[in-house]
């Protein structure tokens, strides 16, 4: 990250690369957006030199200088473009995380000024406690992000928009047997739907990972690497086996066999060791898939008006969650299949599922997931 003479700003940039190594990328990026707006904030008020000193007010600036359009810090009107209370306290949590860990290496006391200790009360915990791993109560901020309303829901793609998605990358040819348009594509998204992994995890998949059923169940193993040359993680880490259905088990043979023919056409070779996705018809050939390469397949969707307005990869982790808890799976289990490290995590997210009868009559989620083994 760079400050405004076009230097590295060099606290920021030595959290960062304190970081690279144990979060996903997408986490380390978003929270790269997060503290460059926070050192452009400073910048902004001629302290960026002084990151060090500041305290409760200079952090409540910076999240009214969001909610205004990053001009300034008090409006008479409000700015069109708010940014969401899940925006803000991202942002929040970014600039909390970035002085914690300044005060534990180098002892800058910022982080001190800004969070409180530890409630001596426990906190009241709900009946399914015991299925939470949470470790003790920790100092929380003196910062807090207003909440006008509940938490806003997470957004879906109801079955129907995940067919049209699916279809719009490839269809079976009636008269030829074979699939007509990318099946790559319609097995990135066939996986992201039916097995609610995050985009991270699906690219740093593996040809063996996808475990053919052979009488029994397929499944995929979610496997923690280091080495992904398109930088790919495991989110924290932590492995998991999401079992899948035949169906899609029957589209990964078809994938598979389309990935050996080409390569072979290529004079390449393809291992139980190589990447599940690759490029195709892009230099380098079967390199493993980027994540800006599925970025630009869903805004290519986006563009044929297939799948609803602004949707994203991540929508059918929620989706899937979504079709999963109305279907009248387990919390537990979903939590376990989503890779969640507490059950605490899901309820949070998807609590507001169990009450929304009329989703479950209009979006057909029980037959959307018959099909699915969802087994931990």
Not at 124 to 144: F, I, K, Q
Not at 205 to 227: A, H, N, Q, S, W
Request: net charge positive; with cysteine.
């Amino acid at each position: 990250m760079v400050d405004e003479a076009f230097s590295t700003a060099a606290p920021v940039e030595d959290w960062l690369e304190a970081h690279r190594l144990l979060w996903s990328p997408n986490t380390v990026r978003s929270y790269a957006t997060s503290l460059a707006q926070w050192w452009s904030f400073l910048e902004q008020r001629g302290e960026s030199e002084r990151w060090h000193e500041v305290g409760v007010p200079t952090v409540s600036g910076f999240l009214s200088w969001l909610r205004n359009g990053r001009t300034v810090e008090h409006t008479i009107v409000a700015s069109e473009q708010t940014p969401s209370p899940e925006t803000l306290e991202a942002r929040l949590a970014a600039v909390i995380s970035f002085y914690r860990w300044q005060q534990a290496v180098f002892g800058v006391g910022v982080a001190e000024r800004l969070l409180r200790g530890a409630p001596r009360r426990a906190p009241a915990r709900g009946l399914l406690a015991h299925l939470d791993a949470r470790s003790g109560p920790t100092p929380s901020s003196l910062v807090r992000v207003r909440r006008t309303g509940r938490r806003d829901r997470p957004p879906l793609l109801l079955p129907r928009e995940i067919q049209a998605i699916l279809d719009g990358c490839a269809v079976p040819d009636g008269s030829t047997g074979e699939w007509a348009g990318n099946l790559r594509d319609r097995l990135v998204f066939a996986l992201l739907a039916e097995t609610g992994m995050r985009l991270g995890e699906l690219l740093g998949l593996r040809i063996c990972d996808f475990v053919m059923g052979r009488g029994g169940t397929p499944f995929v193993e979610i496997v923690p690497r280091e080495d992904n040359p398109n930088g790919a993680r495991v989110k924290m880490m932590r492995p998991r086996r999401v079992y899948v259905g035949n169906d899609l088990e029957a589209l990964f043979a078809d994938y598979l066999s389309y990935l050996a023919c080409h390569a072979a056409t290529l004079g390449l070779t393809v291992t139980a060791d190589s990447a599940l996705f690759v490029n195709l018809h892009r230099s380098p050939l079967l390199a493993a898939m980027r994540e800006g390469t599925v970025r630009d397949k869903t805004a290519a969707l986006r563009r044929r008006r297939i799948g609803p307005p602004g949707w994203t990869p991540h929508w059918f982790r929620h989706s899937h969650a979504t079709a999963l808890l109305l279907a009248g799976t387990p919390e537990w289990v979903v939590a376990r299949r989503l890779g969640h490290a507490h059950v605490q995590t899901t309820l949070d997210l998807y609590g507001w599922v169990r009450e929304d009868e009329a989703l479950r009559a209009a979006a057909n989620w029980n037959s959307y997931v018959a099909g699915w083994q969802v087994a931990g």
